[in-house]
């Protein structure tokens, strides 16, 4: 199994651009999650999902928005990129509820926007 | 409001010697509670799960203790590695299927 496979691995925007960050499991893992890392801080929690069809926001969903038209694909669109979503970006997935079960993460996605 | 606590200062020890991670909470009752390693430009790997009737949870060299009296929890490393050198994250189970993470406590294991 890849786990969870997020591409690009590195990106440069212009302010304004828009883009979408891919991430995909193999691991037939219901519940999906992306979050964003600033240097020297802890996960912030965008967007996740329960299951294909089912999203909902996490506390930083401002300025994003996810879909989940099927179980194994999670992606994330940045709309008219800002500095301040300049950041490393993770994807993660667990087989049930995570309070209880461990996350996968991907390799990240290092995003600039300038 | 809610908040998890990590020491943001780095953690030198010697090879050898036990490394003790410090994870503390307020505003939470947490079921559940997780720790992650996070090695430089990398994603966090899963180490261990402690749920709140359990006192103590051991694997290997690693020990988490969780007391939801004190609301702390402590990250164990026994006979520690240069290799152990990483970030270690905690991360809380905060009721809405989802964990919220602390910022981290970078370790370095001196050789």
């Known amino acids: 199994n890849a786990g969870v496979t997020q591409t690009p691995k590195f990106r440069i925007l212009k302010i304004g651009q828009s883009m979408t960050l891919q991430c995909a499991q193999d691991?037939?893992?219901?519940?999906m999650y992306w979050y964003r890392q600033d240097p020297g801080m802890g996960l912030k929690l965008i967007y996740y999902?329960?299951?294909?069809?089912?999203?909902d926001k996490g506390e930083v969903p401002n300025g994003y928005n996810v879909s989940r038209s099927t179980t194994e694909d999670f992606p994330l669109r940045l709309e008219l990129a800002a500095p301040s979503q300049t950041s490393v970006y993770f994807c993660?997935?667990?087989?049930?509820?995570?309070?209880?079960?461990?996350?996968?993460f991907g390799p990240g996605t290092r995003l600039t926007v300038t | 409001s809610q908040k998890i606590e990590q020491n943001s200062e780095a953690l030198n020890i010697q090879e050898g010697k036990t490394a003790t991670l410090t994870c503390n909470y307020t505003n939470y009752s947490p079921a559940y509670l997780q720790w992650y390693r996070q090695d430089p430009g990398r994603g966090p790997v899963f180490l261990l799960l402690?749920?709140?009737?359990?006192k103590e949870k051991r694997k290997e060299r690693l020990k988490v203790t969780f007391d939801t009296t004190l609301k702390q929890s402590l990250f164990h490393i026994t006979a520690s590695q240069p290799a152990d050198s990483a970030t270690y994250l905690c991360?809380?189970?905060?009721?809405?299927?989802?964990?919220?993470f602390g910022s981290g406590t970078r370790l370095q294991v001196q050789p």
């Open positions: 993660a997935s667990s087989y049930l509820d995570v309070s209880r079960n461990e996350q996968y």
């Open positions: 691991m037939n893992h219901n519940y």
């Open positions: 991360a809380l189970d905060t009721g809405r299927r989802a964990l919220t």
């Open positions: 999902s329960v299951g294909a069809g089912i999203t």
């Open positions: 402690i749920r709140e009737n359990e």
